[in-house]
């Protein structure tokens, strides 16, 4: 043991270096990176337009005090209000953080209004961070165990039922918080008639819709953002992990009715949207474009997902595939970690989402050649599994 908390049941492997899709242990052994730092690395490692912006950005100013005008800062929430047709950004570290800055936006809105709408909606299974606003909003029990008191004005229902969420909107809800496709909590699809029929209930009540795209957001499903799917838009968005593709940088956007009401003084964050990381957030926004990504997510998702249906065909213990665009689970009849672990020894890195899931979230340029080699490591892995079952079975 470590002098670091275990707040992780962490892998035994210890990665030092990548280089695009690849990842390399302190042994040496190289592995295929199906995982990105949890959608994080979204151009894969030590892409050379990102180690460029990163140098170029320290070399001239690594921190700025948001006392001051900060170009780089301005730049990007420019280029996320065109992108995303939000009005106004505002930049913290992280997808916890973006959501708390959601929360309280949606509560000092209607505060200006001299509503008492505060309550926020969010779905089962959904996760939204570990602060204790976000835990709290998150649809799973396991994250708040032993952190009571919880703070008050959250509400859950079950995803894709509209029935439930219309039941659950009284006076003092203020907004719905909603991930288009939830990632931790078992890669689970809002519809995108749910989505529909959400916007229109928020309309409705005059309350906000706020979207947690952290995992789903700057291209993963193969839009800018998941949301443009369903031909919606929310009233407030949140971002983090693949934005600044792997230096910490989160942001909470909102229409101009909303954003007015982080006026001076409301909120802040030391190193929100520092020169550095909107230094990276950019080169990431500008590497898509340049390489037309999100052409590639699309082309190498349907590459996966007709893998992944091949070997649900396959093999009796993967049931099926669900997600969208580059944030693809293969669902399982069985606990998924023994495969989990057989690809790791096999050289391919993959998660869980929840215990059924295997989840797929390598960066956005991954290669035809990679996923095809990630789809033969995973059949062998799934072959292995299911021999060694047939084994115990005759045993018995
Ligand atoms: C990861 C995640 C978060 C939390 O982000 P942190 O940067 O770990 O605080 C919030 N929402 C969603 C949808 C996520 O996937």
Redesign the pocket.
């Known amino acids: 043991m470590n002098s670091v908390m275990q707040t992780y049941a962490r892998y035994p492997l210890t990665l030092i270096r990548g280089e695009g899709a690849h990842v390399f242990d302190d042994e040496g052994n190289k592995y295929l990176d199906f995982v990105a730092g ?1 959608a994080v690395n979204t151009l894969g490692h030590a892409h050379p337009a990102m180690v460029r912006a990163i140098k170029e950005q320290a070399a001239t100013m690594l921190h700025c005090s948001n006392l001051y005008h900060i170009p780089k800062q301005i730049e990007l929430a420019d280029k996320l209000v065109w992108l995303s047709g939000m009005h106004q950004a505002f930049f913290c570290n ?3 953080e973006a ?1 708390e800055a959601a929360i309280k936006i949606a509560r000092k809105h209607f505060h200006d209004a001299g509503s008492n709408r505060r309550t926020v909606i969010t779905a089962t299974n959904s ?4 602060l204790l606003s976000t835990l709290t909003a998150t649809g799973q029990d396991k994250v708040k165990i032993g952190f009571d008191p919880l703070p008050p004005g959250f509400v859950h229902v079950p995803l894709n039922d509209i029935e439930a969420l219309k039941a659950a909107i009284d006076d003092h809800t203020a907004a719905v918080l909603l ?1 288009p496709l939830q ?2 909590g078992g890669v689970n699809l809002a519809d995108a008639d749910y989505l529909c029929g959400v916007r229109e209930l928020c309309d409705e009540h005059d309350i906000l819709l706020m979207l ?1 795209e ?2 789903t957001g700057i291209g993963r499903t193969g839009k800018m953002f998941a949301f443009e799917h369903a031909g919606i838009k929310p009233d407030v968005l949140t971002l ?2 693949g934005l600044g593709g792997g230096v910490p940088i ?1 942001a909470m956007l909102a229409s101009e009715k909303v954003a007015a009401a982080f006026s001076a003084g409301t909120h802040g964050s030391t190193f929100g949207g520092n020169p550095l990381s909107c230094a990276a957030a950019l080169a990431v926004l500008e590497t898509i474009e340049n390489e037309n990504l999100l052409n590639s997510v699309n082309e190498q998702s349907a590459r996966l997902r007709a893998g992944l249906q091949s070997m649900v065909e396959k093999f009796s213990t993967t049931a099926s595939v669900r997600g969208s665009g580059l944030l693809l689970g293969l669902a399982c009849s069985d606990a998924v970690a023994p495969v989990i672990e057989l690809c790791k020894a096999k050289g391919l890195l993959v998660l869980p989402a929840g215990p059924n899931v295997v989840r797929f979230l390598p960066a956005l340029n991954i290669k035809a050649s990679e996923v095809d080699q990630a789809l033969a490591t995973l059949e062998e892995a799934f072959a292995a599994v299911e021999a060694s079952e047939a084994g115990k079975e005759v045993e018995k």
Not at 127 to 130: E, I, N, S, T, Y
């Open positions: 949890i992280s997808g916890a959501n996760f939204h961070g570990r991930e990632g931790e947690d952290v995992q983090a992990k989160g």
